[in-house]
């Protein structure tokens, strides 16, 4: 089984109920319940802000309610977060910089999984869907990293960890 950590992109709106968004951005990744070709996960959480793997708050935003913090792990546990760094939230409060993105695998905001070796699914895709009619991957291979630099400030961007 793999462990695979994600950077889940999430419209502005999703901020209101974040884990509902994600359900349905990761629902087309279920294992055993999606075509082979889109089995990345059997279990996902929320993660990174209380092991230093989320991402850091730019300065002045470390208090505001719409970051995102860990959600229990499979013992109930929640790390305490670390004073500056968080899971998520709207890119505006987000310092990308300061922490490398670029090895992480995104979902993007159109609903490609795209891993940072530039290997990629599109949630549509199945067994059905050939070569020809497969659409492009919009991120480019050690792209990730830029893609998420260029979303737009309100974005939600939410570290997710899955086990597959």
Not at 120 to 134: I, L, P, R
Not at 143 to 150: F, M
Request: contains cysteine.
């Amino acid at each position: 089984m793999a462990h695979i950590w994600v950077v889940v992109c999430l419209p502005p709106d999703a901020i209101d109920d974040v884990q509902t968004a994600l359900t349905r951005a990761l629902a087309p990744f279920e294992m055993y319940e999606q075509p082979a070709e889109r089995s990345m996960w059997d279990t996902w959480r929320i993660r990174g802000g209380g092991e230093g793997a989320g991402f850091y708050v730019r300065p002045g935003y470390e208090d505001d309610p719409r970051l995102i913090h860990d959600t229990p792990n499979y013992r109930g546990e929640v790390l305490p977060t670390n004073r500056g760094e968080c899971a998520g939230g709207p890119k505006a409060l987000l310092d990308l910089t300061r922490k490398t993105l670029a090895w992480c695998d995104v979902l993007t905001l159109d609903g490609w999984w795209v891993e940072d070796s530039g290997v990629c699914w599109h949630k549509d895709e199945d067994e059905n869907t050939s070569y020809e009619d497969e659409p492009d991957c919009p991120v480019p291979p050690r792209g990730n990293q830029n893609y998420l630099a260029t979303l737009p400030e309100d974005t939600v961007l939410v570290r997710v960890y899955c086990h597959g």
